[in-house]
């Protein structure tokens, strides 16, 4: 099984820029393809940002399209978020996800989460 720690989240005025970082532990952990997941209050968790396994093939939601990026080194079993530009409809917990499943499943029982990370952005 994979176990995932994120790292990174805080307090950030509109218009920052921030890293998240999400570092893979067990077993074949850089066969699985990596995403972010983002929940804000009230509202239904939803995918940010996916990579293939390989890191040849990307996804992104429409609102963080040319703001954020993500990235995976597989030698360090790290997958990362740049977020540019921030916006304060940002603002919500950064869950990194795992799974052997393209594009990721937010609802399949093997998809693997971390504990999330808070991003707040402020006006």
């Known amino acids: 099984q994979v176990q995932l720690v994120e790292s990174g989240g805080g307090l950030v005025q509109a218009g920052d820029s921030l890293r998240l970082s999400c570092a893979a532990s067990?077993?074949?952990?850089?066969?699985?393809?990596m995403g972010w997941f983002r929940q804000a209050p009230g509202k239904v968790r939803e995918s940010v940002a996916q990579?293939?396994?390989?890191?040849?093939?990307?996804n992104y939601a429409d609102s963080v399209k040319g703001r954020f990026t993500i990235s995976r080194d597989n030698a360090k079993n790290t997958v990362y978020l740049q977020m540019n530009s921030l916006k304060p409809e940002d603002t919500a917990v950064y869950y990194c996800t795992a799974s052997t499943t393209w594009p990721i499943p937010p609802g399949r029982w093997s998809t693997v989460w971390g504990q999330g990370t808070q991003i707040t952005v402020s006006s």
């Open positions: 067990g077993r074949a952990s850089s066969k699985y393809h």
């Open positions: 990579i293939l396994w390989s890191g040849g093939g990307t």
